[in-house]
């Protein structure tokens, strides 16, 4: 079994910077893709990007295109989501999760094989 565990949220001022990690244990990480979702109180769960294995693609849904960078370093087994530009509208709980799959994008959260609990990012104007 894999444990993700999300780290590094917090408050920030509009258009201030955050970098969030997603720390994998209990085995390696580094052949599935991971996700990063965030859900605000009240809508739905977004799918805001995807880093493929090898870190050599990535997605980014166009809502963060631009300010979100998603990295990974296997050799840690830990996946980022740098966030930069941050607005009002990017709080909610940012979480990762990870596929066995090949490409950066797979939107369907339900369909991964490990979750982490979610970190809260707020973002005050």
């Known amino acids: 079994q894999v444990q993700l565990v999300e780290s590094g949220g917090g408050l920030v001022q509009a258009g201030g910077s955050l970098r969030l990690s997603c720390a994998a244990s209990g085995r390696t990480i580094s052949s599935y893709t991971v996700g990063w979702f965030r859900q605000a109180p009240g809508k739905e769960r977004e799918f805001v990007g995807g880093?493929?294995?090898?870190?050599?693609?990535?997605y980014y849904a166009d809502s963060v295109k631009g300010r979100f960078t998603i990295s990974r370093d296997n050799a840690k087994n830990t996946v980022y989501l740098q966030m930069t530009s941050l607005k009002p509208g990017d709080t909610a709980v940012y979480s990762c999760?990870?596929?066995?799959?090949?490409?950066?994008?797979?939107?369907?959260?339900?369909?991964?094989?490990?979750w982490g609990q979610g970190t809260q990012v707020t973002v005050s104007s």
């Open positions: 999760a990870a596929i066995a799959y090949t490409g950066p994008h797979y939107p369907n959260y339900d369909e991964y094989n490990f």
């Open positions: 880093i493929s294995w090898n870190g050599g693609t990535t």
